[in-house]
């Protein structure tokens, strides 16, 4: 309402300065009429002519109250002062009470005004600042509402992404203990979106009973050290089949630094498992052809050896001298039955891990590779320091060894060396597990750089006729099995070169689980005796 008449009062000062002149003289006419007209005010005939004055420079502008002030003064002087001769207060010159009235209605006039037009600036700015304020708050709900829109366009397209590449996204807040899981999560348990809480805890009911204790302690880590998460393991669906997730996420942390969430995202690899066990097969049964002549020429040899001892048994005229024959018949046997049951234990497949020592594994590569060894005249030399036994599955540390050892046979040149090294040590990356490290070292012609980065990856290969790439990358898989890691060293020199493989094996918890006898073992009993 105020600011409608200070619009009202400063809209009449846009007409001619002659008009708003004249209305204040009828204004300062009125107030001098109403004087004399009431008895009363012709004592103080100057009374009503001050706000008169006030209210025309407010209404009129300073021509207005300023004409009206002058017409109040002579009207005053005219009609009231020299008709009574005299005022009834404030005596002294007429002339100086109307010129003091003049200065002061006018500059009361002039305060006035000047005063309205200040409030109505200040007004006008609040309404200005007001307008501003809803303009901004305006645009930030257009803005609100286009970013609401692209999130939710970028949520669909996410969702559609993750669906399509059979992906799952899940975010751990640690601070409400809640996890929120996107509807593929649900699937690749075998179950309808929603159907789980948000505990944690609903979820690990999934995971494998193998790989449930290993997830826990993954978890606790995470909430540690801040760390980031990489980890497979398996889930049962509701229909007992088993299948493979490999979840990746990274922790986020508040302004204490510590964990306040874990974002991350899952996919099913299944079907990669699958296949990498179909390439461990194959290469395990690649390696056994390659071992078939080594063992072939092994048995061959003490076979040709018994023939002969039998043939001289057969024509002996002596009863000692036959005995002697086939004492050394036996420990031609005996060479096989070992050979065999070497050969045997090789490729016997371990039900759960037992704690074995890496010695003994060696050594029973060893004897496969023998005749390899001799035709090329490679020396090999196996330094043992401080070993303990690891819980493992001997059959995959058999062929880690058995690939580790043909590489450095087929890189090494006639007559070189390969130093195996069996110690004591602890995991690198931690510095917490204890178990075994194996080195194999050769000084065969080294690998470049390029080479070496790539000699983990599948197919990957310089041997272009007889390679199939797949022999380092079984070592890579089959070590991070037993939750392991090998590490790779090449050089390439005039006079020295030469390559080592580090493998460390942690020392691991033996499976309560016995393992059942099989066809492999009665036929290796019955060949060494038992």
């Known amino acids: 309402m105020n600011r409608l008449k200070l619009s009202s009062a400063f809209a009449m000062e846009r007409w001619p300065w002659a008009v708003r002149g004249l209305l204040g003289c009828v204004a300062a006419g009125l107030a001098v009429a109403l004087t004399y007209t009431v008895h009363p005010l012709r004592s103080f005939p100057l009374l009503l002519g001050l706000p008169t004055v006030i209210l025309t420079c407010w209404f009129l502008g300073m021509w207005g109250g300023a004409l009206c002030a002058i017409t109040d003064a002579l009207f005053v002087h005219f009609f009231l002062t020299r008709a009574q001769m005299r005022f009834s207060i404030l005596q002294g010159p007429e002339a100086l009470r109307l010129a003091l009235f003049l200065f002061l209605s006018i500059f009361l006039g002039w305060a006035v005004r000047r005063l309205a037009a200040q409030r109505a600036q200040i007004a006008t700015q609040q309404l200005n600042r007001e307008l ?44 409400k203990n809640t996890v929120h899981r996107s509807d593929e999560m649900f699937r690749m348990l075998g179950l309808e979106p929603g159907a789980l809480s948000q505990s944690p805890d609903e979820w690990l009911k999934h995971v494998h009973p193998e790989d449930r204790e290993g997830l826990v302690e993954e978890f606790h880590r995470l909430r540690t050290h801040a760390a980031d998460h990489h980890r497979q393991y398996r889930v049962v669906w509701p229909d007992g089949s088993v299948r493979w997730l490999e979840s990746q996420g990274k922790c986020q942390q508040d302004a204490n630094g510590r964990v306040a969430r874990i974002v991350g995202v899952m996919g099913d690899i299944t079907h990669r498992k699958q296949a990498e066990e179909a390439m461990l097969r194959a290469e395990k049964l690649a390696v056994a052809g390659k071992l078939a002549a080594s063992v072939a020429h092994e048995i061959n040899n003490p076979l040709a050896a018994v023939a002969n001892l039998l043939y001289l048994i057969s024509i002996s005229d002596t009863v000692e001298g036959a005995r002697a024959q086939a004492r050394a018949a036996l420990e031609e046997v005996m060479r096989v039955s070992m050979i065999t049951q070497q050969t045997l234990k090789f490729h016997r497949q371990a039900g759960a891990p037992r704690m074995t020592l890496l010695s003994e594994l060696v050594e029973s590569v060893l004897a496969l590779f023998r005749a390899r060894l001799q035709t090329a005249q490679i020396s090999v030399e196996v330094r043992v320091q401080d070993e303990i036994a690891i819980a493992c599955l001997p059959g995959e540390v058999q062929q880690i060894f058995a690939n580790l050892l043909s590489n450095s046979i087929e890189a090494t040149p006639r007559a070189g060396r390969i130093v195996i090294r069996l110690r004591a040590s602890r995991d690198w990356r931690t510095g917490a597990a204890p178990g075994m490290r194996a080195t194999f070292c050769d000084s065969g012609s080294g690998m470049d750089r390029a080479t070496v980065r790539r000699v983990f990856e599948p197919f990957f290969t310089t041997k272009l006729e007889t390679g199939t790439g797949l022999g380092l990358w079984v070592v890579a898989q089959l070590v991070e099995r037993h939750d392991g890691h090998v590490r790779v060293w090449s050089w390439q020199r005039a006079r020295s070169s030469g390559t080592a493989f580090s493998v460390f094996l942690p020392v691991g918890r033996e499976s309560p689980a016995q393992e059942t006898s099989t066809p492999e073992d009665i036929a290796a009993s019955s060949v060494a005796g038992g």
């Open 132 to 175: 501003m304020l809803a303009n901004t708050e305006r645009q930030l709900a257009e803005e609100r509402t286009a970013v609401a829109a692209a999130l939710r366009d970028r949520d669909e397209l996410l969702q559609i992404a993750l669906r399509a590449n059979g992906m799952g996204l899940w975010v751990w807040d640690l601070e």
